[in-house]
């Protein structure tokens, strides 16, 4: 089956900028996730959505970040704008039963400059 | 509050020997926990999973084991290979439904060496 898909790879803007990333989950997973991935960290939740709900999004900066999940299926998550402490890797995983893996993209990597 | 600690310190074994990497979690029940690999530019990859009612699991040169009452999950690579040098990540899933979150550990670097 293909992975998950994410778009851009790589994106490097000004502070106050704003920038959108994508995803195409797997096909037929319900759940998708967008994380932040701070270097040397791990991955924090930022928003969860169940087909184009949103579970959780309880440590989504909302006064910046958005995101969508148009007709359950890809997603998009946007800063706007920029700080110098988003720069980060925005991971985006899918998920199809509680029992089985998570398939994560290769994710964004964001440098704000 | 709700936390998931991993080995803080990076782990540099020497190959052959047995790699084991810890995670502590305070103040969570979780339904599942997982293991995930990830590789420098990359995502994480699904190692292992481990149900609450499960004490151990393997694949291939893999184990984990999973203590409720520790709270505590062990991670294992037996014989390794500089190959596996790679951070590791817990991940704990609270709930038995698709719509539950999967909260990451911080990840323990491993680094293997011939």
């Known amino acids: 089956e293909a992975g998950v898909a994410q778009s851009p790879r790589y994106k490097i803007i000004e502070k106050r900028q704003s920038v959108a990333f994508w995803c195409n989950p797997i096909?037929?997973?319900?759940?998708l996730y967008w994380y932040q991935q701070i270097l040397g960290q791990g991955p924090k939740l930022l928003i969860q959505?169940?087909?184009?709900?949103?579970?959780?999004d309880s440590q989504l900066p909302k006064d910046r970040f958005s995101a969508e999940r148009l007709k359950g299926v890809d997603s998009t998550l946007k800063i706007q704008p920029a700080k110098l402490e988003d720069s980060a890797v925005y991971l985006c995983?899918?998920?199809?039963?509680?029992?089985?893996?998570?398939?994560f993209g290769q994710g964004t990597r964001l440098t704000v400059v | 509050s709700q936390k998931i600690e991993q080995n803080s310190e990076a782990l540099n074994i020497q190959e052959g020997k047995t790699a084991t990497l810890t995670c502590n979690y305070t103040n969570y029940s979780p339904a599942y926990l997982q293991w995930y690999r990830q590789d420098p530019g990359r995502g994480p990859v699904f190692l292992l999973l481990i149900r609450e009612n499960e004490k151990e699991k393997r694949k291939e040169r893999l184990k984990v084991t999973f203590d409720t009452t520790l709270k505590q999950s062990l991670f294992h690579i037996t014989a390794s290979q500089p190959a596996d040098s790679a951070t590791y990540l817990c991940a704990l899933i609270p709930g038995y439904s698709s719509a539950s979150k999967i909260i990451f550990g911080s990840g323990t670097r491993l680094s293997i060496r011939p």
């Open positions: 959505f169940q087909n184009n709900g949103v579970v959780d």
């Open positions: 995983a899918s998920w199809g039963q509680p029992n089985t893996e998570a398939f």
């Open positions: 096909s037929g997973h319900a759940t």
